[in-house]
C-alpha cells in the first residue's frame, strides 16, 4: 500500500505526487497507466501532477475509487490555459478507455 510522502519522478524529472493522506492499496494496470501519463502530462504541463485522491475519501458506494481503477487530481495550481492543455493531453493519452472528468474541485479520471 502506497502512502503519505511518495513522489514518483519521471525521466525528464518531472513528479507525481501523493497529497497527504491518500492511499493507493494496488498498483494495478489502470493506476500504473494513469500514473504514466501523469508523468507525461507534468513534463507537457511544466508543473507536478497530485494525485489527491485513490482508494481513499469519500466517494459514492459504486464508485470505481473502491475497486482501484480512478483516481483524482489537484487542479488548483493550474491555470485556466493549463488545465484545458492537461485535460486534452490526458483524453489523447489515454484513450476511450478511461474517462478524464473536470469537477469542480479536481481532474477525476477512471478506467471504465
Same mark, same amino acid.
Given at each position: 500500500?502506497?502512502? &503519505?510522502?511518495?513522489?514518483? #519522478? +519521471?525521466? +525528464?524529472?518531472? =513528479? ?7 492511499? @493507493?492499496?494496488? !498498483?494495478?494496470?489502470? &493506476?500504473?497507466? &494513469? @500514473? ?7 513534463? #507537457? ?5 497530485? =494525485?489527491?485522491? +485513490? ?9 470505481? /475509487?473502491?475497486?482501484? $481503477? +480512478? %483516481?483524482?487530481?489537484? $487542479?488548483? /495550481? ?12 490526458? $483524453?489523447?493519452? !489515454? ?5 478524464? @472528468?473536470?469537477?469542480?474541485?479536481? @481532474?477525476? %479520471?477512471?478506467?471504465?
Amino acid at each position: 500500500m502506497l502512502s &503519505i510522502g511518495l513522489n514518483l #519522478v +519521471a525521466p +525528464a524529472g518531472m =513528479i507525481v505526487e501523493l497529497k497527504e493522506g491518500v492511499i @493507493i492499496r494496488q !498498483l494495478n494496470e489502470y &493506476i500504473l497507466r &494513469i @500514473i504514466n501519463v501523469l508523468m507525461e502530462a507534468g513534463d #507537457v504541463i511544466g508543473k507536478a501532477m497530485v =494525485i489527491t485522491s +485513490a482508494f481513499d475519501g469519500k466517494h459514492r458506494p459504486d464508485s470505481l /475509487h473502491y475497486k482501484h $481503477k +480512478a %483516481i483524482d487530481i489537484r $487542479k488548483k /495550481h493550474l491555470t485556466q490555459e493549463e488545465k484545458q492543455k492537461l485535460l486534452e493531453f490526458l $483524453k489523447t493519452k !489515454l484513450g476511450q478507455e478511461y474517462q478524464v @472528468i473536470e469537477e469542480s474541485t479536481h @481532474i477525476h %479520471i477512471e478506467n471504465d
